[in-house]
Nanobody, 126 residues
Framework: QVYLVESGGGLVETGGSLRLSCTVSGLLFGETTMGWFRQAPGKFRLGISCITPKGAVIGYADSVKGRFTISRDNTNNTLYLQMNNLKPEDTAMYYC???????????????????WGQGTQVTVSS
């Protein structure tokens, strides 16, 4: 069984930073692409970043490029999202997710990801 648990969300002022973590249980973390998604109130969930198993390929949505950094620690089965220069429009529930397939590429397409965490709330005040 695969479990994903996000942490690190909270309330921050515009321009501030947060670091999200996602701890993944189960086997084969180091063989799977991981992603971060977010869902703002009343909006669809959108992909914001992904990283291939060894970190060779990383992708970002245009909305976060240059401000957010995804990384992973395969030794400790943990995925990270460093978020800098946060803006009110970054307010959302943030989810980590694991690609269904092993050794996949980096795609911000929700239906590729078969395992999801429960989410962590990020609120950016103006």
């Amino acid at each position: 069984q695969v479990y994903l648990v996000e942490s690190g969300g909270g309330l921050v002022e515009t321009g501030g930073s947060l670091r999200l973590s996602c701890t993944v249980s189960g086997l084969l973390f180091g063989e799977t692409t991981m992603g971060w998604f977010r869902q703002a109130p009343g909006k669809f969930r959108l992909g914001i970043s992904c990283i291939t198993p060894k970190g060779a390929v990383i992708g970002y949505a245009d909305s976060v490029k240059g401000r957010f950094t995804i990384s992973r620690d395969n030794t400790n089965n943990t995925l990270y999202l460093q978020m800098n220069n946060l803006k009110p429009e970054d307010t959302a529930m943030y989810y980590c997710a694991r690609d269904t397939f092993l050794r996949a590429g980096c795609f911000l397409v929700q239906n590729r990801y078969g395992f999801w965490g429960q989410g962590t709330q990020v609120t950016v005040s103006s």
